[in-house]
């Protein structure tokens, strides 16, 4: 009778503990993106606001550093270390290079993804901006791999 009760106990505490921390969890979590100092790069022609449709970064080694850091800061968590995903959100390294990843990139980055109402992905365009975004990109495309 004891190990029956002790077993309903431990099933009952557990049952607890998984509901209590449960209910904390997100897809993302509550997660306030970090900013990133894009101090170091060009200016965009027509300004932060005004979206341009290609890397104007692409080969801009600070923009790769800023890239690096940022991405650590803000994408990481879901999309990563190094861009190599876990399966909760897409690996990166196998985005397409050039203007073609240029586009579903910018796309992603600005507006985010949801499904359903749920979301997947967080808009962070009007949040970092595109100096940060172009950044990341150019980032990630260092990372890219056919394997």
Known sequence: M??????AALIAAAAIASLSVGT????????????????DLP?????????????????NARALEIGQSA??????????LDAISGGIAPD????????AGDEWFVE????????????YMPPFG?????KAGWAIRTWVESKHTDE
């Open 24 to 39: 904390s969890l997100y897809a993302h979590g509550n997660v306030t993106p970090q900013a990133v100092d894009t101090s």
């Open 126 to 130: 009007d949040v970092l901006g595109q």
């Open 92 to 99: 990166l390294r196998y985005l397409e290079l050039g203007d």
């Open 2 to 7: 004891t190990i029956r009760t002790g077993r």
């Open 43 to 59: 200016d965009m022609a027509g300004g932060n606001d005004n979206w341009v449709q290609h890397n104007p970064y692409r080969g």
């Open 108 to 119: 992603r980055f600005r507006h985010g993804s949801s499904h359903d109402g749920k979301v």
């Open 71 to 80: 991405y650590g800061q803000n994408c990481a968590r879901c999309h990563g």
